[in-house]
């Protein structure tokens, strides 16, 4: 087999149980979401408040932030990179030490059958076992397109998955602080206006009355409850998108595309939409 060189492609070198470790992690992170985002909505839909802000935040800490920032280091740690050379490939870890893996000794390419703790590759060796180092790729397309006629599993529906994942769930820093800063920011200033004309005659009545302390604990009990809201609503629709567009994935590169496309354009639409239009009609209603 002869190909030119080309990457390096940015990777996550996980051993075995560094992967087991980063799927504990990432299994941890999403049941913690699904446990209280099912609470949230048994609670809507009987009318009930049995979820409150401060255990569902301590809960989302434990179970979700301290896992989350565990997993963010365990990616840090394995940060590398692949590099496709006529011979074969060259893994370069951070740290600096290098694997070298001749083409000869490569029999298969194979997608993990689970992308967890994120979509990955499998080196399949010609003496029947799996390479020490198992390499998380976020975008596989490029990689495994580099790699020729070894790099058949570009045609997995579970790379096709990842690819349109990639290319259109793009979070950038601004995208963070819209959907979780100014959205929830300007909610909850509508709902805690409306609480100080309502308890104290006007926007500013508890900051004359008690003091800036005692005004801003009051927003920031207002904020918690509408920003928690916010995220399980959030991932609610999320977990529907992904099943979604995993299943499309089966079908073939353009299902795969469009339907992220689509389920990426719902989502937000529901977001900044369609939830706050339905919680401005109640609030007015």
Request: hydrophobic content about 50%; glycine content about 10%; proline content about 7%.
């Amino acid at each position: 087999m002869t190909v030119d060189a080309s990457g390096p492609f940015p990777v996550h070198a996980f051993t075995p149980r560094l992967r087991a470790l980063g799927a504990v992690l990432h299994a941890l992170v999403l049941s913690t979401l699904c446990y209280f985002t099912a609470l949230l909505f048994k609670d809507v839909l009987e009318g009930t408040q049995t979820l409150l802000p401060g255990p569902l935040a301590t809960g989302l800490a434990v179970g979700g932030l301290l896992p989350l920032i565990a997993l963010r280091l365990l990616h840090l740690g394995t940060r590398a990179t692949v590099t496709v050379r006529p011979e074969g490939l060259l893994l370069t870890q951070h740290g600096g030490a290098h694997f070298e893996i001749p083409f000869e000794a490569l029999e298969s390419v194979r997608p993990w059958h689970l992308p967890i703790p994120g979509p990955g590759l499998t080196l399949r060796l010609r003496t029947g076992r799996a390479f020490d180092y198992g390499l998380e790729v976020q975008a596989p397309m490029p990689l495994l397109a580099a790699l020729g006629t070894m790099g058949e599993a570009r045609h997995d529906p579970r790379v096709r998955y990842a690819q349109a994942r990639s290319e259109k769930w793009r979070r950038h820093w601004y995208d963070q602080a819209l959907k979780y800063g100014l959205v929830p920011g300007a909610l909850a200033g509508i709902f805690f206006r409306a609480h100080q004309y309502i308890s104290f005659g006007g926007p500013f009545g508890e900051l004359q009355m008690y003091g800036w302390t005692a005004y801003l604990m009051s927003f920031a009990r207002t904020w918690l409850p509408v920003f928690l809201a916010l995220l399980l609503f959030g991932c609610f629709w999320r977990a529907f998108a992904e099943a979604l567009c995993f299943s499309a994935a089966w079908l073939g590169p353009r299902w795969a595309r469009n339907v992220r496309i689509g389920a990426e354009w719902t989502c937000r639409a529901l977001y900044y939409v369609a939830l706050p239009a339905f919680l401005a009609a109640r609030l007015l209603g």
